[in-house]
T-cell receptor, first 113, second 113 residues
Framework: GDSVTQMEGPVTLSEEAFLTINCTYT??????LFWYVQYPGEGLQLLLK?????DKGSNKGFEATYRKETTSFHLEKGSVQVSDSAVYFC????????????FGQGTTLQVKP | NAGVTQTPKFQVLKTGQSMTLQCAQD?????MYWYRQDPGMGLRLIYY???????DKGEVPNGYNVSRLNKREFSLRLESAAPSQTSVYFC????????????FGPGTRLTVT
């Protein structure tokens, strides 16, 4: 079945460090891929998306490229801030799958000053 | 706009008690969803409603029922709560043609003792 696998956390970085959170997927169709972010005490919110192979999604300094050959959608940011501390979820969407988002297990990022 | 609202924010139940979690959205979205979030498990879909008057099971529907009362409201009912239903519950909504872009409520933290 369709699934998403993320790197295990927590990830702890110092402010201004480079961030990578790995995400790989398994899908029978042609998925769209997403990163959602959950700040402490809040619900999830969409961070960025890519709807076809080789697309790059970007927002708030975060980027992720849809790599069909490696079935990956790794999240990157060049210089993290304390305010980026949150849980990050990779997700896929297949429209033929009655429109359901499938989430990875989430990766906690803690950025220290 | 309030977005997606959920009530209550916190609830403690004894095994066997029942309760209804309420969700409302003011974005005129067709699709609404109920998820549960457990440590290390990511978000798992309980039930969803693609449009007013329709509901479908998600990944983990056992022990739950839902009602799409109207386009705005989608409630989740636990008829006989069990400790395994201790979790954080999120309601979400998504618009037509962009249902992958889901807007989440702040969550309900439920503890069943």
């Amino acid at each position: 079945g369709d699934s998403v696998t993320q790197m295990e956390g927590p990830v702890t970085l110092s402010e201004e460090a480079f961030l990578t959170i790995n995400c790989t997927y398994t899908a029978t169709g042609y998925p769209s891929l997403f990163w959602y972010v959950q700040y402490p005490g809040e619900g999830l919110q969409l961070l960025l998306k890519a709807t076809k192979a080789d697309d790059k999604g970007s927002n708030k300094g975060f980027e992720a490229t849809y790599r069909k050959e490696t079935t990956s959608f790794h999240l990157e940011k060049g210089s993290v801030q304390v305010s980026d501390s949150a849980v990050y979820f990779c997700a896929l969407w297949i429209s033929s799958n009655t429109g359901k988002l499938i989430f990875g297990q989430g990766t906690t990022l803690q950025v220290k000053p | 706009n309030a977005g997606v609202t959920q009530t209550p924010k916190f609830q403690v139940l004894k095994t066997g008690q029942s309760m209804t979690l309420q969700c409302a959205q003011d974005m005129n979205h067709n699709s609404m969803y109920w998820y549960r979030q457990d440590p290390g498990m990511g978000l798992r879909l309980i039930y969803y409603s693609a449009s007013e008057g329709t509901t479908d099971k998600g990944e983990v529907p056992n022990g739950y029922n839902v009602s799409r009362l109207n386009k705005r409201e989608f409630s989740l009912r636990l008829e006989s709560a069990a400790p395994s239903q201790t979790s954080v519950y999120f309601c979400a909504s998504g618009g037509s043609g962009r249902a992958y872009e889901q807007y989440f409520g702040p969550g309900t933290r439920l503890t069943v003792t």
